[in-house]
């Protein structure tokens, strides 16, 4: 496994500047992450690796992509398990520059705009969050050359914005969702979650299970699928909901019947985490009507 720490080396790495070494090895598939990497970043892995051809993972706490006050230096870190992870999963080149490497000048005077749905949800919480976002994967974009970059559905919000990224802007690459990975108790993995002491772990086990009563409300359509969600966060006074939301799967308004999204964002102590699931939605059955937020 080659681990590249400059733009000069990952591009050896990758025979980007020659005919040889990896460039005629097929396609290259990257899995861009922030380190930390636990389970949930091996069902990337495993998605990205049944491609086949190149695998590589950047590892890159990008801090355009928190905001002041946020926990960018707290977030955890924790290059040499992640190297060994990588090595474990067959990985080929990891990609973990340091800040002066990504950002040369420093934070750049051009970055991208992610329109309207940038500003909902995570956006609304957390400005300037997906312009980070996408600057910083339209960069590792840029740099890796990647056919096929892989994210995961935990990021729902991030995973539509980066599909509206590479069609708005053409980008020549292949977006590949990952299925969220659960602990037993329902919990998505984040690597966030190690914030949690054990009493807020539990607590904090509320919001997939509200996502999971949402769910299986689906049928009688969208009020009821918030009604049932909302009546397992409100029954977990330790969990601050920032906001549970129903969308479409493009993150508009949601059709019923159709499918759907059911969002969900909260804080617990002082961690703040989101989850997130598809729904099927019956036609709505009542005659009121209740904004979806
Ligand atoms: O999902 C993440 O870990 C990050 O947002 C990403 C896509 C690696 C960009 O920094």
Not at 7 to 29: C, I, N
Not at 77 to 106: H, I, K, N, Q
Not at 119 to 141: D, N, Q, W
Request: hydrophobic fraction near 45%.
């Amino acid at each position: 496994m080659i681990v590249a720490e400059t733009r000069a080396q990952l591009h050896e790495a990758l025979g980007h500047d020659s005919r040889s070494a990896r460039a005629g090895a097929g396609s290259v598939t990257l899995v861009p992450t922030m380190g930390a990497l636990h389970i949930g970043h091996g069902q990337l892995l495993d998605v990205a690796a049944r491609r086949r051809g190149v695998l590589v993972v950047s590892i890159f706490v990008n801090p355009l992509q928190f905001a002041a006050g946020e926990d960018l230096a707290r977030y955890p870190r924790s290059l040499e398990a992640d190297l060994a992870l990588c090595r474990e999963r067959g990985v080929e080149v990891v990609f973990a520059p340091p800040y002066a490497e990504m950002y040369p000048t420093g934070d750049p005077q051009v970055s991208v705009d992610p329109g309207p749905l940038g500003s909902i949800l995570e956006g609304a919480s957390r400005p300037g969050h997906f312009r980070g976002v996408l600057t910083v994967v339209t960069k590792l974009l840029g740099l890796v050359r990647p056919d096929a970059a892989v994210f995961g559905e935990k990021d729902y919000q991030q995973l539509v914005l980066v599909s509206r990224l590479v069609d708005d802007l053409c980008l020549p690459v292949e977006v590949v969702a990952a299925p969220t990975v659960r602990a037993d108790d329902g919990m998505a993995l984040s690597s966030r979650n190690r914030y949690l002491d054990t009493t807020q772990r539990r607590a904090a086990a509320a919001l997939s299970r509200a996502l999971s009563a949402g769910r299986a409300a689906g049928t009688a359509g969208p009020r009821a699928v918030l009604a049932a969600a909302r009546d397992v966060l409100r029954a977990e006074p330790a969990v601050a909901v920032d906001y549970l939301s129903l969308r479409s799967p493009e993150l508009g308004e949601p059709a019923a019947p159709g499918p759907g999204r059911l969002l969900v964002a909260a804080t617990v102590g002082a961690t703040r985490l989101i989850d997130n699931v598809a729904v099927e939605l019956g036609a709505e059955t009542g005659t009121r009507q209740e904004p979806c937020r």
